[in-house]
């Protein structure tokens, strides 16, 4: 085992953990390799992890949750993780992101429908990114046209988690009104059911052929005069032009959840290299009590502890607005952190195993394809330190080219527009 403290964690933190481990070691761990393998989706484990309750926990109770924290959705993911990332994501998606958006902003229906799906094992898919719109989301150009009481949504999505499983859908349009008005970005609800097929105009239109995490599908959706009705439309108070804004923050958690992923499948490795260093002999005596290897378990250790601080911190945290997601500028510097050491200890744990290491025997370059992924989906480590440094600095950081328009100066002291706090 590694150095395992509480870092601050309650009795009944302690005992989810625990009881997260157990499930974790005995019905995950055995099917991992598998799940990676086929490149099936677990529908096993889904059932599996539906029966623990471990799916919609962070819901509230009114919904049929457990309003459990995010600190506890965050212990049951890192023990996923040490096992099988795509189990990990599936906890990730079904207490955080969309599930947390839809439960602060939906109406009572959408949360109702939101809550019965995800307690019914369904894992919800986001669709923001575009083929020309990555980092930057507000240059998504598929459209969704209000015609009456419906919206016709008409474009294409990619990377989108779970296309062709996940029944719920929250699809990000750009809106526009009856007159061709531009009204700003929007999320809409759409429900892909196996019992009633999938609704006309949306379809899967490939399959990414994926490095790691290949238990769960990566697609492209199109969307060809999808039709939504009114009421699948969630709004924040502000409206549709600061709605993206909103709805983003929400789904802020889904950032904590990542860096978890990161963490536990950094975790997991530490644990199968510490056991190998006491197990493997070489020059007459075990690997460990050579001090090359021993100071990279040493720095191994400190770079996961310092992670866990951060995402336990971060799960912990509040929005300055008092919002019930995690802060931002918390969130952002947790991800950051946890998923670039999780690469580098993965990378050593795999060297601790020589040529055993890089065989597809063992989990090591299982784990090395699934960790790559963390410093990319869900916000690039660059864009993440573009949003720290603004907060820091206090200042909006456009950047477009033409985002520093009007320019009468970038000093922030001649000019007041720049010290305007970053979205
Ligand atoms: P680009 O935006 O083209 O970036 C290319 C490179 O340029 C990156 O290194 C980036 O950091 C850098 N860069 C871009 N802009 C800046 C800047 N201003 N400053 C510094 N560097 C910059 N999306 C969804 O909507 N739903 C999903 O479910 C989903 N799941 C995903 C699952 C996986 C496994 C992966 C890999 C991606 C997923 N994504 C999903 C997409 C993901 O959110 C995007 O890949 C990410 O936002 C980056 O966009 P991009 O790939 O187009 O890269």
Redesign the pocket.
């Known amino acids: 085992m590694t150095q395992e403290t509480t870092l601050g964690l309650t009795p009944s933190e302690c005992a989810l953990q625990a009881r997260a481990r157990a499930f974790s070691l005995e019905v995950v761990r055995p099917r991992a390799g598998e799940i990676d393998r086929d490149e099936q989706y677990p529908w096993d484990i889904v059932k599996a992890l539906a029966g623990a309750g471990f799916l919609g926990m962070t819901m509230p109770k009114a919904l049929g949750g457990q309003d459990a924290s995010f600190l506890d959705a965050v212990l049951v993911i890192e023990e996923m993780a040490k096992s099988c990332t795509v189990t990990a994501r599936i906890v990730v998606e079904t207490n955080m992101g969309a599930i947390s958006t839809v439960t602060a902003y939906g109406s009572e229906a959408q949360k109702k429908l939101a809550a019965r799906l995800v307690l019914e094992g369904d894992k919800p898919?986001?669709?923001?990114?575009e083929p020309d719109a990555?980092?930057?989301?507000m240059a998504m150009s598929t459209r969704a046209d209000k015609h009456g009481d419906t919206y016709l949504i008409n474009g294409k999505?990619h990377?989108?988690?779970?296309a062709g499983v996940s029944r719920l859908h929250f699809i990000f349009a750009r809106v526009f009104g009856e007159q061709g008005e531009d009204l700003g970005v929007g999320g809409f609800l759409v429900v892909r059911d196996e019992a009633e097929g999938t609704p006309k105009g949306l379809s899967v239109t490939r399959r990414e052929k994926?490095m790691g995490?290949r238990g769960r599908p990566?697609g492209e959706l199109t969307f060809d005069n999808l039709e939504i009705p009114a009421d699948m439309v969630v709004m924040p108070p502000s409206g549709f032009k600061r709605g993206f804004a909103e709805l983003m923050n929400a789904y802020n958690s889904q950032r904590v959840g990542a860096g978890t992923v990161a963490m536990g499948i950094a975790g997991g490795a530490l644990e199968h290299a510490l056991a190998w260093a006491k197990e493997r002999e070489q020059f007459g005596r075990p690997i460990g009590e050579f001090q090359g290897l021993q100071w990279m378990l040493a720095d191994m250790q400190t770079q996961l502890t310092a992670s866990r601080l951060m995402l336990y911190q971060a799960a912990r945290s509040r929005g300055p607005d008092g919002s019930a997601f995690p802060d931002p500028m918390i969130a952002a510097q947790a991800k950051i952190f946890a998923s670039e050491a999780a690469i580098k200890i993965v990378n050593d744990a795999l060297q601790f195993f020589g040529a055993r290491g890089y065989s597809r025997d063992l989990p090591l370059e299982r784990m090395a394809r699934d960790v790559r992924?963390f410093t990319?989906?869900?916000?690039?480590?660059?864009?993440l330190r573009?949003l720290v440094a603004s907060k820091m600095l206090g200042w909006k950081l456009p950047?477009t080219r033409d985002g520093y328009a009007p320019k009468p100066s970038n000093n922030p002291a001649k000019n007041p527009a720049m010290r305007d706090a970053a979205e």
């Not at 990555?134 to 989301?137: L, N, T, V």
Request: negative net charge.
């Open positions: 898919a986001i669709c923001i990114t990555g980092s930057d989301a999505k990377w989108i988690t779970g994926t995490l990566e992924m990319i989906g869900g916000g690039t480590a660059q864009v573009t950047q």
